[in-house]
């Protein structure tokens, strides 16, 4: 009986190999993260918080009747949960949830947009240092290597202390910081992909430099660029928080959850709440956003089949 199952389960993994030889990455991919639900419970976490997020004026107007920014410091400062306030009122008695809501936009933007300006250039970069080789390659990885040796959050700190950053700046800021290491992992993947028969033969063909590059190494890029975006997305809503709690983060009456857990932490003992909600969110959509470049690594690395 044990042998037969044995033969069942070998028989159903080999149907399951053939039936995957034709379909595409893509299609084998997705059928993979189908399967892979602890991703999907992560993704649909992730996907709440946004909409949430970006939603958040129809929801404070429409169904809190709260305004963020409405303080009320005789009335209701330090009110823990109740009808009114579902997750209470700060210190000078604004609402907690609304102001968890906007603090998402700003948090979750700064991250992705930040995210996307590393990854665009960090693109560029590796992929003409990788594909040129010679003097390109030695000349930008000479840069690489030369900011690399400047501590990045360090610099982020001086930055930050002698201007005013506005959250479109700390994007950029972010940006121009993250580049370096997805541009080495860019750089890498291009070495390998370059040396491969088909792109041999496509430029025997006479195909350009450019639609080399767009058409036969970049596809082979794009699975871990996928991977790095998701990953440093959360990485750069830690970033904001750490400079938050620093107080160099976003400067109030702008909410982002960084600057609502700094601010409140000399009131822990007072209003437990508005230390908690904020840390929750911050721990939560970070550790979600791990999952999911996880659950994306070993979908799209064949390697790990």
């Given at each position: 009986?044990?042998?037969?199952?044995?033969?069942?389960?070998?028989l159903l993994e080999q149907r399951e190999?053939?039936?995957?030889?034709?379909?595409?990455?893509?299609?084998?991919?997705?059928?993979?993260?189908?399967?892979?639900?602890?991703?999907?419970?992560?993704?649909?976490?992730?996907?709440?918080?946004?909409?949430?997020?970006?939603?958040?004026?129809?929801?404070?107007?429409?169904?809190?009747?709260?305004?963020?920014?409405?303080?009320?410091?005789?009335?209701?400062?330090?009110?823990?949960?109740?009808?009114?306030?579902?997750?209470?009122?700060?210190?000078?008695?604004?609402?907690?949830?609304?102001?968890?809501?906007?603090?998402?936009?700003?948090?979750?933007?700064?991250?992705?947009?930040?995210?996307?300006?590393?990854?665009?250039?960090?693109?560029?970069?590796?992929?003409?240092?990788?594909?040129?080789?010679?003097?390109?390659?030695?000349?930008?990885?000479?840069?690489?290597?030369?900011?690399?040796?400047?501590?990045?959050?360090?610099?982020?700190?001086?930055?930050?202390?002698?201007?005013?950053?506005?959250?479109?700046?700390?994007?950029?800021?972010?940006?121009?910081?993250?580049?370096?290491?997805?541009?080495?992992?860019?750089?890498?993947?291009?070495?390998?992909?370059?040396?491969?028969?088909?792109?041999?033969?496509?430029?025997?063909?006479?195909?350009?430099?450019?639609?080399?590059?767009?058409?036969?190494?970049?596809?082979?890029?794009?699975?871990?660029?996928?991977?790095?975006?998701?990953?440093?997305?959360?990485?750069?809503?830690?970033?904001?928080?750490?400079?938050?709690?620093?107080?160099?983060g976003v400067q109030p009456p702008t909410a982002t959850w960084g600057s609502m857990?700094?601010?409140?932490?000399?009131?822990?003992?007072?209003?437990?709440?508005?230390?908690?909600?904020?840390?929750?969110?911050?721990?939560?959509?970070?550790?979600?956003?791990?999952?999911?470049?996880?659950?994306?690594?070993?979908?799209?690395?064949?390697?790990?089949?």
């Open positions: 009986m044990a042998q037969q199952t044995l033969n069942s389960s070998e190999g053939i039936s995957e030889q034709s379909l595409s990455f893509w299609q084998i991919a997705l059928i993979r993260i189908r399967k892979d639900r602890l991703t999907l419970f992560a993704m649909s976490v992730i996907i709440i918080i946004t909409l949430l997020s970006v939603f958040a004026g129809v929801i404070s107007t429409n169904i809190l009747g709260q305004d963020p920014n409405a303080t009320n410091i005789a009335g209701t400062p330090y009110q823990p949960p109740s009808a009114e306030h579902w997750l209470g009122t700060d210190q000078i008695g604004r609402d907690q949830l609304s102001r968890l809501l906007f603090g998402g936009r700003v948090s979750l933007g700064i991250g992705l947009f930040g995210t996307v300006v590393a990854i665009v250039l960090a693109t560029f970069v590796g992929l003409s240092a990788g594909y040129f080789g010679g003097w390109v390659d030695d000349a930008i990885m000479w840069f690489i290597n030369t900011v690399s040796s400047i501590p990045g959050f360090f610099l982020l700190l001086i930055v930050a202390a002698l201007f005013t950053l506005t959250p479109f700046w700390l994007v950029m800021l972010f940006g121009f910081l993250g580049w370096i290491g997805p541009a080495r992992i860019v750089r890498g993947q291009v070495f390998s992909v370059k040396q491969r028969e088909y792109v041999t033969a496509a430029r025997a063909l006479g195909t350009s430099e450019f639609a080399i590059m767009m058409r036969h190494i970049f596809p082979n890029v794009l699975p871990i660029l996928i991977i790095t975006t998701v990953r440093d997305i959360g990485i750069l809503i830690l970033a904001e928080s750490a400079l938050s709690f620093l107080g160099l857990l700094s601010k409140s932490q000399a009131y822990f003992r007072l209003a437990p709440h508005l230390v908690i909600y904020p840390g929750l969110l911050i721990t939560i959509t970070v550790l979600c956003l791990y999952i999911i470049g996880d659950g994306l690594r070993d979908a799209l690395d064949p390697r790990l089949k």
